[in-house]
């Protein structure tokens, strides 16, 4: 799964075709509706100075083609013309396009709080829909968290330059887009390591199996002599051996999925553990 977004701004497109392309609250479900038709979850980000499309593709050019000719078809513009003025960006780079977006420092007045009330409107209306899912909607909560923790740190909400609309001092500037790499790298390691949840998910069904087994033949061999404390003690126990059994395999799975070899070692823990042959029985 790739994420990718499409779209203009004030330093790419006239305020003819920002305008063309623009949506009401209301039109927005339309176009989402029909972004479902090439993505798995989309949302729709549209301000005074900027439309954009964030969906989720199985494939990230193909994904940003198809978004393209979508615009085309629901807002009349040819696909030349938008190819001449929109702007595409995949995964981190489409990542940190947006976190940089709901912190102000795309806008046209830099800094300027309400982006993320926008921000926040474009994400309620495509979760409404159930046009957002689990991934989409976590990027944009990240982004929406990465953006209030950049006005805390750098006071950017109460900067009076930002008021008369000028620049942002030049450290202010460079705080916020170090704590955007920051976030967009553990946004990419939490993305990334969606890759092996399945496997981990299997893996935790199949000892927790094994584990109710053991006890169940266990307590039915001492159940005379154990009281009822015992009993949950002893239960307890199998559940912290499980949990510490299953903690150094999870975590290096994810470890390996962040390194973009998640799916290496989850085939071979498929393989050791015979999950492949579980999941087809």
């Keep these: 799964m790739h994420i990718v977004v499409v779209g203009v701004d004030y330093t790419t497109a006239s305020l003819v075709l920002r305008e063309q392309l623009a949506c009401s609250d209301r039109q927005i479900p339309q176009v989402l509706q029909v972004v479902r038709q090439v993505a798995q979850e989309c949302v729709h980000l549209t301000t005074c100075n900027r439309v954009e499309l964030y969906a989720v593709c199985q494939e ?24 001449a003025h929109c702007y595409s960006l995949q995964d981190e780079q489409a990542v940190s396009h947006l976190f940089s977006v709901t912190c102000g420092l795309y806008s046209l007045v830099p800094g300027e709080l309400q982006i993320q009330v926008q921000v926040a409107v474009a994400l309620k209306i495509a979760q409404d829909g159930g046009y957002a899912g689990p991934i989409t ?22 900067n009076a330059e930002v008021d008369k609309g000028m620049h942002l001092p030049l450290q202010e500037v460079a705080h916020v887009q170090a704590l955007i790499a920051v976030e967009v790298e553990r946004f990419a390691r939490w993305l990334a390591s969606l890759s092996v ?12 199996q094994l584990r109710q087994q053991e006890l169940t033949r266990t307590l039915r061999r001492l159940s005379p ?14 559940n912290r051996l499980t949990n510490t059994f299953l903690h150094i395999p999870t975590l290096r799975l994810k470890d390996a999925a962040a390194a973009g070899q998640g799916h290496i070692y989850a085939e071979a823990m498929r393989y050791f553990f015979g999950l492949e042959e579980k999941r087809e029985s």
Aim: glycine share 4%; net charge negative.
């Design 137 to 158: 909607s976590a990027l944009f909560k990240a982004a929406l968290a990465t953006g209030k923790r950049a006005r805390s740190e750098t006071g950017m909400s109460c």
């Design 197 to 208: 949840v399945d496997t981990i998910r299997d893996l935790r069904h199949y000892v927790d």
């Design 225 to 238: 002599t154990l009281s009822e404390q015992e009993r949950t003690a002893v239960q307890e126990l199998t």
């Design 60 to 83: 990230a050019d193909q994904g940003c083609l198809d978004l393209l000719a979508l615009l085309s078809q629901t807002h009349q513009v040819t696909t030349e013309e938008l190819k």
